[in-house]
């Protein structure tokens, strides 16, 4: 039961060993250019429930759906200590690095280094395939963690470990992917205000 640990130690090593991810992903698809308050909580556009983003290139902060989005910071901090949801990911995986995910799963850490190099190898960031003349992300490299890694005590936060390098290398619902998780024909996770 330490496969998160393993999938935190990849994080690691993907964005502060070898320092590659899907940047365009992250920033169009996912919430981590929001940015969050010191309350833990998405910072929101006055007067309204939209999540801000800092935009790097017109250096302010606007709506997350703002069509003058230029560019999402992932890091950095703004207005008064506000930083992208990006950063908390990067913090957490900062703390795992592969000797410590050694101790803990007992998996060597030049294996963690090694399969980590390896899977971000095969996701092939920034390829494209073509599918019926039109052209999508193909990233063939994916962790798939249904059963085992849910039946014990701790299992959603191994999951969402285990998903969270899915969206590293920008594979979700893309072909060669993890298909988004489904219940009973449904996404599990609902819209709200946040």
């Known amino acids: ?3 998160g640990a393993f999938a935190l130690g990849m994080m690691h090593v993907l964005l502060f060993e070898l320092q590659k991810f899907d940047q365009d992903f ?3 698809r996912t919430n981590g250019p929001c940015l969050v308050g010191g309350d833990g909580l998405f910072a929101k556009l006055h007067g309204t429930k939209k999540p801000i983003v800092w935009d790097p290139i017109d250096e302010k902060i606007k709506a997350i759906d703002d069509p003058t989005v230029r560019d999402y910071a992932l ?3 703004y207005d008064g200590g506000l930083v992208p949801a990006f950063h908390f990911l990067k913090e957490t995986a900062r703390e795992w690095d592969p000797d410590r995910v050694s101790r803990v799963t007992t998996v060597p850490s030049k294996t963690v280094r090694a399969v980590s190099k390896e899977f971000l190898e095969e996701a092939r960031i920034g390829s494209t395939i073509e599918i019926d003349g039109k052209e999508y992300p193909y990233r063939p490299s994916c962790l798939q963690y249904y059963r085992g890694a849910q039946s014990h005590k701790h299992s959603v936060l191994d999951n969402m470990s285990l998903k969270m390098i899915n969206t590293i290398i920008g594979n979700i ?3 060669g992917e993890h298909i988004g998780i489904h ?3 449904t996404l599990a996770i609902w819209p709200g205000d946040d």
């Open 1 to 3: 039961a330490t496969d």
């Open 183 to 185: 219940v009973c024909g």
């Open 26 to 28: 992250i920033k169009q």
């Open 173 to 175: 619902d893309t072909p």
């Open 75 to 77: 890091d950095g901090e």
